[in-house]
C-alpha cells in the first residue's frame, strides 16, 4: 500500500508504470487503474503505449467500468492491427457493450450498440477461439429484443386492446420467424383474437370468430403437442357454440 | 532518379524543419514505419500528411524522399509549427466582455494561430456588436511574434482592437408608394425593426439586418394579408445621417386588390364540399388573404388547430395533400381549386418507444394513444406526447414522435417516441429552528419507483425505479414533535386497467410545551394516527380526462392532559371516519409549465351522520353548553366534557370546487385564471361544525402541519393564514388571474416569471357569506423549478384590503414558495 502510495504521487512515470504493471499482475485492478489513468498521456506515441492501454483497458474491464473499456478495447483494437492482443481487445470491447445492455423492459439502444459490435467482430475474426462465446452472446442479445417486442404485445392483450395485441403479435412473427417465443407468440395471438371476438359486438363477431378460430388452426398446425392445446381447445369450442349462436341471432333479426 | 510507381522500402525516416515536437512522437503519428513500403505519390504517404494535417498543430508539411538507393528511401518530414498564442489583448470593448469574446472565440494561450482563426474571430465579433445595434463596429486583430522567448516554440501576442462606434439608431422609417396602406400600418408590420421612439420600452430603435431581412418579409405578408397578392418591395435603402442614426427607405410597389371568387374543392370523397367549407370560411367576395387561406389549410402554428389537413390527419389520411390552385383570375377576382389527393388511410404498424433507461415499457406502452393497427391519427400522437409528459418521468419538452416508413401502398406508418428521463425523485434533508427549538427533517419522496424491487441488490440506481409507483417517506422531529408519514401508490393497480390504488400512513406525537422549565413536558402529548386508502379511476365519459377518485381515512385524536386551541378538553380523544369522493378533469399540456388546458376538480368528504342514531341530545347539549361560560373553571370542565360528547366521532361534510385554465396569450405569454370554493357543514346544526377540517385562507398556501385536517388556502399579499378566524373558517372562496411568462425550460432547470391580481374570503357562518366581499391583492413572482429541488419561488404580493381586525390597507409582503406545485 505504500508503495502505491509513493507510485501516485511520485513524478516518475516510469515508476508509475512499473509499479501499475506489478498491480496489474497481482489483480489489484483499482489501485492499477488509478496509476495508469496518471500516465496514459505520457506514453502517447511511445513503444511502452502498446502494453499500457491494454492494461488500462483492461483495468476498467475488470472493475466492471464496461462503458469505458469498450471503448478503450475498440480504441486499442484499432490503434494495435498488428498486436498479439488485438482479437481479445476487439472481443473484450463487444463483451463490454454486452454488459451494457440493460433488462429486455428498457431503451434497448446498448443492446443493439452491442449486437452491432459482436457481428462486426465475427466477421473480421472468423477463426476466433471466441467465437461460440460471441455467438452465445448474440443469441442472448437477440433473445432480448425478442422478449421485449413479446411483453409489450403481450401487455397490450392484458389491458383490453386485443387489436393491438393482435397486430404486435403478427408483427413479432414476421420479425422474429425463428424465436424460442415462437409458440407461445402464436398461442397469446390466438387468445387475443379470442378475446376480441368474444367482447364484440354481434355484427362483427361472426368475422372476428372467424379471425379467431383461423389462428387457432395455424397455432395447431404448427404446434400439435404444445402444452398450451388443452386451453386452447376449449377456448376453441367456446367460440364455437358462440358461432351457432350468433348466427341464431342474426339470421333471427 | 526516382521511379513512379516503384516500392521502396523505407530506410529511415529523419523530421526536420522548426518544430518543437519529438521526432519519434511525430512518425509514429505518421503512421510510417522503418521497413514499411512505399511507392513516392502513393497512398501510404499521402496517409502520413493528411494525418500530420489533422493535428491541426504545423503551418507547413513537406515530405521528401531522399538517399534514394536501388530500392530503399529515406524519408525526411519537414515541419513547420502554427505559432501558439501566449497572450491576447482585447481593446474597446468593457471588461466585462473580455471573458466573453475570447471564450467564443477559444482564443486561448497555447491555441494555434492560423488565418483562419483570425478571420473568423473578426467576423464574430463585428456582428456580435451589430447584431446590438452597433452598425459601425470595426474589428481589427494583428499578431506579433513574442521576442526573446525562454520556450522553443514560436509564440505570438495577439491584439484584439474592436472600435464598437455609436450605437446606431434608426431616426425614419419611410416608405414610398404604398397608397393603399398606411405609413403606420407598414411601420406595425416591421416588427423588430423600429424608430426611435422614448415611449417604448419593450423594443429598442436598433438595425439589425437579419432582422430587417425579415420584417421586410412581413411586410410583404401584410400587404398580401389585406389582399394585395402581387405587392414587392422594389428597393430599400439605408441613409446614414451621421454616426448615430440612420434611416430606412423603402420603396414599395402595391400592385392591385384582390378578392376570392369561387372556391370548388376537387378529389375530397371522404368529406362532403359543404363540410370543408365550414371549416375553411371562406367566402366568394372576401378580401383575398392568401396568408388566411394557407392557415386553413394547414396552421402551422397550431398543429392541433382547426384547418383541412387535421381533418384528414387525425382521421387516418397520413398521405393525403391538400394544394390550393388558381383556376381563373379574371381581373382581380381569384377563383380557386382546393385539389385534394386523400390517399389511402394509413394504420399504425408498429409503435415504439426508445430512451427509456430507468422507466420500463410497460409504464409507458399504457399510456399510448397510438397503438398497432389503429388508424393514424396525428390528434393521437400529440396526445400521447402530452400525457407522456404528465407522467412526470420525462421532460415534457423533449418527448419527440418519429414517424418512420411511411408506406403509401400497404397504408402503414410506424412511430417511435423519443423520451429523455428526468430525476423524478426528490429527496429533502434539513435542520432548522422553529417552534423553540430544533428541527430536523428528512423526506424522501420517490416518484417513478419499482415495488417488485425492493428485495434485488442490483435495481438500487441508487433506489429501485421504473415501475411507475410513488413511494414517500418523511420524517420530522424536534424537542416539541414528532411526525411519521409513509405513502405509498400504484397507478395501474392489476396492470390492467389505469385503476390507482393509495396509501398512506402518518403517526404524530406532539408534547406540551412548559413555559416554567421552557422544555416541552413529555408527560403531556398529543397524538395523532392517521390512515388512508384510495382509489381512482380514469373515466371514458363525459371524455377520457376525467378522473374519479375515492377514499376511505380514518385519523384518531387522543389527548392525554394536553390543553391545545383545538379542544376544550386536555383529555379524551377524537375519531375522524370519512369518504372522499372527487372528480377531477385535467387537461393541462405540461405539468410544470403549462400552456394549454384547465383543470377542474370538485371534491365531497363525507363522515358518518351518527346523531341520526346514536340517541345524544344534542339540542339539550347545545343549550347548555351554550349557558355556560368558559372562564367559569366549573363551567369549563362540564364544557369539555360536552365537547367531548360532540367529538368522539366527527359529524361533517365538506364540499370543495376549484377550477383553472391555461391559455396561451402570445408565443409562450400564458394567463391562467383561476376560482376555487370550500364550504364545510355539519349534518346537525345542534352539534355544530367541527374545529377540523377547516380553511385557512392566507399567505403562501403551504401546509406543513396539517393532521387535523386543515386546509391551507393561498392567498399572497397577506401574512399566513391572516384571512381567517384563529380556529379556522367554513366556508372561502377565491379568484386568482395569473400572467406568466417563461425565462427558460431546459432540461435542467424551468423558470418562469408572473404577475398576478387575486381576491378571496373566508368567513365562520354561512349567512356572513358573500362572494363578492373579497381581500384584493397583486403582486409579482418568479418559480424555479429544478428535477433535484422540485419547485422553489418567490412572491412579492401587495394586499389592497386590511386584515380583519385592522383599518390600514395590509402592504406587501414576500412569499416563499417551496415544493408546491399549483
Redesign the interface.
Known sequence: CNDFQKAFKSDDIALKFEKGTELFDAGEWKKANRLFEQIVPNYRGKPQAEKLLYMHAMSFYKTEKYFISGYQFERFASSYPNSEKQEEAAFLSAKSYYYESPIYSKAQEETTKALEKLQIFINSFPNSEYLTEANQLIKELDFKLEKKAFEVAKQYNRIYDYKASIKSFNNFLLDFPGSELHKDAMYYRFLASYNLATNSIDALKEERIQEAVNYYNIFKKNYPNSEYLKTADDLKKDLETTTSVTVANNTKS | QIENGKKYTINEIVVTGNTSF?A??II??SRLKKGDEVIFGGEKVADAVKKLWGSNLFGAIDLYFINIKEDTVDIEIKLTDLPELNEVRVEGVKKGKIDEILEENNLKPKVKVTENLITTSKNYIANKYKDKGFLNTKVNIVTAEVKNDSVEKQRVNMLVSVDKGQKVKIKNIVFEGNDQLSDKKLRKALKNTKRKNPIRVLKRSKYVEESYKEDLISLIDTYKENGFRDARVISDSIIYHDDETISLAINVEEGEKYTFGKIDFVGNTVYSDRFLQQILRINEGDTYNGVLLKKRIANEERPDGIDLTNYYQNFGYLFSTINPVEVSADGNVIDLEIRISEGKPAYF??VG??????????VI??ELRT????LYSRANIIRTIRELGQLGFFDAQQIVPDIKNPNPVDGTVDVEYTVVERGSSQIELQGGFGGGGFIGTLGLSFNNFSIKNIFNKKAYTPVPR?DGQSLALRLQASQLFQTYSFSFSEPWFG???PFQLSTSLSYSRQFLFDPVTTRPDRDRNFDILGITFGVATKLKEPDDFFLLSQSISYQNYSLNNFNSGLFTFGDGFSNNLSYTIALTRNSVNDPIYPTQGSNFSTSAKLSLPYSLWNGVDYDELSEERNSLDINDPNDAVRIGEIDQERFKWLEFYKVKFKADWYTEVTDKLVLRPSVEFGFLGAYNNNRGVIPFERFFLGGDGLGNFSLDGREIIQLRGYPNQSLSSPDGASIYNKFSLELRYPITLGQGAKIYALSFVEGGASVDRFRDFNPFNIQRSAGLGLRIFMPAFGLLGIDFGHGFDPIPGQIQKNGWETHFIIGQQF
Not at chain 2, 371 to 374: A, L, Q, S, V
Open positions: 519529438n519519434s512522437t509514429t503519428f404498424n408498429t418507444v426508445k430512451g427509456n433507461d430507468i422507466t420500463n415499457d410497460h406502452y399504457r397503438r398497432p393497427g389503429e421504473g396492470g390492467k386497467k
